[in-house]
């Protein structure tokens, strides 16, 4: 059950307020990128024209559309079209959906309505709503019908309730760590399937970054159960990396375009041309990714890793230690990966490139273990999960300079390309040497006694 009890004030009032908190509460299902909400405001009114693209005009003209016409509006052979346009239908459809099931619930009559939580049960959702007679119930159902169509799962009741009936979802402290870890993990699973259909829909390129990242948060909540989950084989670990890296390789590309022309738009005039040149490139070679991602995802061994996942989230095969409850797992988990953490040296500039990345890749283990079991603790092991955001960002983007630099070098200009070029090498060079000075600052922070005291000092409070 996920629970939003706090109201948000937004520009279009009552209609705003539900339409963020359903956007939130079901945000592992509808698909719809942190982005899509700018458009889903727009849609509403709450926010200015102005902000929305022109091309992005035409899906907010579609979403309204459809928001009036339902499930009845949503064209036939949908599948059959140009994949670009089949991405602007498929967010314009989502958009809908929501904002359909919204505009039931905030009436005018009922200027206090609240989405204040949803119980998922796996198979169909039930929403918690107050501020509504219990009569309208029956609207809100029926007005899911686009929703049920195109969501990944269904919603079955509307269930009229007090503001304060919500419970959280987050991991309880005296639930079995296996019914925890597959919890979490088919949420993850979830976050990531939803997404799919907004593939096509390339504009967007926080698409691929929010499945890659589920992916990653899936990956890491199964390492947290790994002795407690029979059933998450090594081998099924593996198909998991090998679509973690196939979705990396078109998010570090996504990265490196988002780059390139930030610092185009501030170059130097004479340096503009063997940029465009350049960007015009690597867009051909983003536009190539896309394809074979999507390619990918409609394979047999996709289909298969997807299918034998599920089965093993729904499994009720648990080891013995899968019943030991969450609170007496987590302080052992997360000394163990603190331990990793605090295992490197203290000056991380003498660090070699290859050591940087491993503490990185530690600090994130430390990082996801941490926002696992971050409700068990009253401060929310910020004093483990800040410091931890601040170190991962910093040391990857010291990590992307590096790979820049080698990406541009291979580029070999030739005259007076090659001044461009050095010039793009020394604003990649200072990048790098701003994030290595700011990686420095937080890992010296950290690894002192006083943020390594701290850090432990949390998890003792966990454990009490």
């Known amino acids: 059950m996920r629970n939003r009890t706090t109201e948000a004030t937004t520009p279009a009032g009552a209609l705003g307020r539900v339409c963020e908190q359903l956007f939130t509460l079901t945000q592992h299902l509808h698909g719809l990128t942190k982005p899509s909400a700018r458009l889903l405001a727009a849609a509403i009114g709450g926010a200015a024209r102005t902000t929305v693209a022109p091309e992005e005009l035409q899906v907010i003209a579609r979403a309204a559309a459809l928001a009036e016409a339902g499930?009845?509006?949503?064209?036939?052979?949908?599948?059959?079209?140009?994949?670009?346009?089949?991405?602007?239908l498929a967010l314009a459809g989502r958009i809908a959906a929501l904002l359909r099931v919204a505009r039931a619930i905030a009436r005018p009559q009922a200027p206090n309505a609240m989405v204040v939580g949803v119980v998922d049960d796996g198979t169909a959702l039930e929403l918690l709503v107050s501020g509504i007679p219990t009569a309208r119930a029956v609207a809100v159902l029926?007005?899911?019908?686009?929703?049920?169509?195109?969501?990944?799962?269904?919603?079955?009741?509307?269930?009229?309730?007090?503001?304060?009936?919500?419970?959280?979802?987050?991991?309880?402290?005296?639930?079995?760590?296996?019914?925890?870890?597959?919890?979490?993990?088919?949420?993850?699973?979830?976050?990531?399937?939803?997404?799919?259909?907004?593939?096509?829909?390339?504009?967007?390129?926080?698409?691929v970054h929010e499945m890659r990242v589920a992916i990653r948060r899936l990956s890491a909540t199964l390492r947290v159960g790994r002795r407690a989950l029979p059933t998450i084989t090594d081998e099924l670990r593996r198909e998991l990396r090998w679509l973690r890296d196939a979705l990396g390789t078109v998010r570090d590309q996504d990265v490196f375009v988002q780059f390139l022309e930030r610092y185009a738009a501030g170059a130097p005039d004479g340096h503009r041309a063997w940029l465009v040149a350049r960007l015009a490139a690597e867009h051909r070679r983003r536009a190539?990714?896309?394809?074979?991602?999507?390619?990918?995802?409609g394979s047999p061994r996709y289909a298969e890793l997807t299918r034998r996942l599920a089965d093993a989230l729904a499994a009720e095969d648990h080891s013995a230690r899968g019943a030991v409850p969450v609170i007496k797992a987590a302080p052992r988990a997360l000394r163990r990966r603190l331990r990793d953490v605090a295992a490197y040296a203290k000056d991380l500039r003498a660090m070699p490139a290859?050591?940087?990345?491993?503490?990185?890749?530690a600090c994130k283990r430390l990082r996801y273990t941490a926002e696992f079991f971050a409700g068990l603790e009253p401060g929310g092991l910020k004093e483990i999960i800040g410091p931890m955001v601040q170190l991962q960002d910093a040391l990857g983007a010291v990590h992307d300079a590096d790979v820049y630099e080698a990406r541009i070098r291979r580029y070999r200009p030739r005259g007076p390309e090659a001044q461009a070029a050095a010039a793009l090498?020394?604003?990649?060079?200072?990048?790098?040497?701003?994030?290595?000075?700011?990686?420095?600052?937080?890992?010296?922070?950290?690894?002192?006694?006083?943020?390594?005291?701290?850090?432990?000092?949390?998890?003792?409070?966990?454990?009490?």
């Open 71 to 88: 499930a009845g509006g949503w064209p036939p052979g949908a599948e059959s079209r140009e994949r670009r346009a089949r991405g602007e």
């Open 142 to 207: 029926e007005s899911a019908d686009l929703w049920n169509l195109l969501c990944l799962r269904p919603i079955r009741s509307v269930r009229i309730v007090e503001p304060e009936a919500a419970t959280s979802d987050r991991v309880g402290p005296d639930e079995g760590l296996a019914h925890a870890v597959q919890r979490t993990a088919r949420r993850h699973l979830d976050q990531f399937l939803s997404r799919r259909a907004l593939l096509q829909y390339d504009r967007d390129v926080e698409c």
């Open 288 to 297: 190539r990714g896309y394809q074979q991602l999507v390619a990918l995802l």
């Open 354 to 361: 290859q050591e940087q990345h491993a503490l990185r890749i």
């Open 425 to 464: 090498v020394a604003h990649v060079r200072a990048w790098r040497a701003a994030s290595l000075d700011e990686a420095e600052r937080a890992w010296r922070a950290f690894r002192s006694r006083k943020g390594l005291s701290k850090a432990t000092e949390a998890i003792r409070r966990m454990g009490r």
